[in-house]
């Protein structure tokens, strides 16, 4: 048997109830990995887990975790090691997007939206540095297209600054990991196909036809399409690889 590009790794990937949680968790575990997932949604979280065990594969998950609780992510770390004694990948995937132009966005707003997207990867990270050091191990951050460019049917005022500052902090921890052998890289994905779009992908307004006609491939990318590219920027396959955002996109950012 060929050993999988993760094998002997533990992998911990947030937002496993999501659509692109699912798909990395479920790519994840069939590469070698032991998975440590996690979902403020409970039924969804444990579905993906079902999934995972279905398959052969190994995960544990806890859910509800809420990652804008510096102790909720401590125990998310202590279960990783508890149950496997290591931790080489993290996977900030988790978040949650608020939009809306800045003249609508409330103090209240501005703050849940920081918290949503920008504090959770923050709380996690540092709960997990020091077996992250251990290990020499990889930070993956999920950021957005957003973060780099604006859209003029996209009121996103709060997702985009929050968006640029994860490429920020990316590139900021990429430098502190690097004397300790801790890679750490983002992902921009461009308009993919998963239960946080679909609303937006179902109103018939037109939005999504203006959105795929800016995109050189002509469709919308999948939840596989991402974790793909999780698995590369985790794995061996990328050892000579820290500090760069990729971006999966279908060629949107092109032109």
Request: proline share 2%; charged share 20%.
């Amino acid at each position: 048997m060929i050993a999988g590009r993760l094998a002997g790794k533990v992998c911990l990937i947030t937002g496993t109830g999501g659509s692109i949680g699912r798909a990395t968790a479920r790519t994840f575990a069939r590469e070698g990995a032991a998975v440590v997932g996690c979902d403020v949604g409970v039924e969804a979280a444990e579905q993906t887990a079902a999934l995972v065990h279905g398959a052969g594969g190994s995960m544990v998950s806890l859910q509800p975790c809420l990652l804008d609780d510096p102790m909720e992510c401590a125990k998310l770390v202590d279960l990783a090691l508890r149950e496997f004694g290591r931790l080489d990948v993290v996977f900030n995937l988790a978040g949650r997007a608020h939009f809306g132009e800045l003249e609508n966005v409330s103090d209240e707003d501005w703050d849940a939206a920081r918290r949503d997207e920008v504090d959770l990867i923050f709380y996690l990270t540092r709960a997990a540095w020091p077996h992250l050091k251990a290990s020499r191990g990889v930070v993956v951050n999920m950021a957005s297209l957003n973060g780099q460019l604006s859209f003029k049917n996209i009121a996103s005022l709060s997702h985009t600054t929050n968006k640029a500052a994860i490429l920020g902090m990316t590139r900021q921890l990429a430098m502190e990991g690097s004397m300790h052998g801790i890679r750490v890289n983002s992902i921009s994905p461009g308009l993919i196909e998963s239960g946080a779009t679909r609303a937006q992908l179902d109103e018939g307004d037109g939005w999504a036809r203006q959105m795929l006609d800016r995109t050189l491939l002509g469709r919308l990318g999948q939840p596989e399409e991402v974790a793909n590219v999780a698995l590369f920027l985790s794995s061996d396959d990328s050892s000579y690889i820290t500090g760069i955002d990729v971006v999966v996109d279908g060629g949107m950012k092109v032109w």
